[in-house]
Nanobody, 115 residues
């Protein structure tokens, strides 16, 4: 079955760092672009970062310079290194395909940044 399992979230002070990880099934990971999304209470889910199988990356303006996405094709994992965290980064973070309508979402991992 298709699996997307996010981990690594937690509570951190503003200015701190967290590293999120996503384990995906091979059938999903074979898609060209994988990435991260986030959803805060009362907001729509927004795209955060994307990475191709070859390692090309793109970021939302809100996280450029602070977040770094990476992937390990051999392990079918995607990571998101988050530095200089801000309270507005507080959200549930999800990994999934990018550029193709997702038909499955994992449980996500909660990131809470206190001020």
């Amino acid at each position: 079955q298709v699996q997307l399992v996010e981990s690594g979230g937690g509570l951190v002070q503003a200015g701190g760092s967290l590293r999120l990880s996503c384990a995906a099934s091979g059938s999903i990971f074979s898609i060209l672009r994988m990435g991260w999304y986030r959803q805060a209470p009362g907001t729509q889910r927004e795209w955060v970062a994307a990475i191709t199988r070859g390692g090309d990356t793109n970021y939302a303006d809100s996280v450029k310079g602070r977040f770094t996405i990476s992937r390990d094709n051999a392990k079918n994992t995607v990571a998101l290194q988050m530095n200089s965290l801000k309270p507005e980064d507080t959200a549930v973070y999800y990994c999934n395909v990018v550029g193709i309508l997702p038909d499955y979402w994992g449980q996500g991992t909660q990131v809470t940044v206190s001020s």
